[in-house]
């Protein structure tokens, strides 16, 4: 049998209570004293001081007439057995509060550009006011992509929109979303008081498509009314549509929460849709391994308390 089988015989062998016998021993000098304070018999006291003589091949506590006397191989355990210990505790203690003040904590966070824009200004304020110690790294990742990355724990929280959420995470509401129009303010059609459907069917348009596509829920809402629009361009993102329409004859259908925050910005024009378009949900996404995270409870207060400043 070679070393290595020794020493997991041996390991097998101890187990967390005869290390604290073996620390309250050393400590105490006393097996009363340690019975008492372990509240275990003496006998127990007895046979895990049996144990842990045979495991590390010493007799570890001498006899005298005040009590038990360690001895210099035991002296030399007691810091290594007692950082075992508090190592092992650290793990099973389970944190009940979170200290935003003296927090040094860094946050990954995930959404597209309507979350960025909506959500993470305020938030910003939030954190630097209340947590000033803590940072907070965001991360373009939407639907399954951003589902993977909090599966293996490379993110904290994801906010968008979600469908099919599997049985592993925890959604949270944190607003509805409808869609308007927006074209630049001097547009031909810009000083219209609302945009027609016809009119709205014979513009350019430009999709925002997180995969590079060339349809969306507009197109969706059309195809219900056997109507279809004219897309000539798709970017991933609603700031860049928002800012191509800013220096074109372009239109963009973009969330209304976006528009009306960075439309004035931007000089652009905003009309209702003039279709039915479907709501969506932005929602609050964590794994289940983190809904006893406190920290985490007191960030996704603080995304619910932004979105509504």
């Given at each position: ?29 006393k ?6 304070q ?29 009590g ?53 200004p ?21 639907g ?5 990355a ?36 001097h ?32 197109d ?17 993102m609603?700031?860049t549509?928002?800012?191509a ?22 000089g652009?024009?905003v009309?209702e ?20 995270d406190p ?12 979105e509504?400043?």
């Open positions: 049998m070679n070393k290595i089988d020794i020493d997991q015989i041996k390991l097998r062998r101890l187990d967390f209570s005869m290390l604290m016998i073996f620390r309250d021993l050393v400590r105490l000098q097996t009363t004293a340690v019975a008492a372990l509240r275990l018999s003496q006998s127990a006291i007895s046979h895990a001081l049996a144990r842990l003589r045979e495991v590390f091949a010493d007799p570890l506590f001498m006899r005298r007439p005040n038990l006397e360690p001895t210099f191989r035991a002296m030399e355990l007691l810091p290594k057995v007692e950082t075992i210990l508090r190592m092992a505790q650290e793990a099973l203690d389970v944190p009940t509060q979170f200290d935003p003040t003296s927090s040094t904590r860094s946050f990954r966070l995930a959404g597209n550009d309507l979350v960025g824009g909506v959500i993470t305020p938030l910003l304020g939030l954190l630097r006011r209340e947590a000033p110690g803590c940072r907070v790294a965001f991360q373009f990742a939407v399954v992509e951003s589902l993977n909090l599966r293996s724990n490379d993110l904290d929280l994801a906010i968008g929109r979600i469908w099919n959420l599997p049985d592993d995470f925890q959604a949270t509401p944190v607003f509805e979303e409808s869609f308007v129009v927006v074209v630049r303010k547009h031909p059609l810009a000083r219209a008081g609302k945009l027609g459907l016809e009119a709205y069917l014979a513009l350019d348009h430009i999709l925002v498509s997180f995969r590079g596509g060339y349809w969306g829920m507009v969706q809402a059309l195809k219900r009314r056997r109507l279809k629009r004219r897309v000539v361009a798709s970017v991933p609603f700031m549509a928002m800012t329409v800013a220096q074109s004859d372009l239109a963009a259908t973009v969330p209304a929460r976006l528009a009306a925050k960075y439309a004035p910005q931007l652009l024009k009309f849709a003039p279709v039915k378009i479907d709501a969506f949900t932005i929602s609050l996404v964590r794994h289940a391994r983190s809904l006893a920290g985490l409870d007191w960030l996704a207060g603080k995304i619910m308390q932004a509504q400043g």
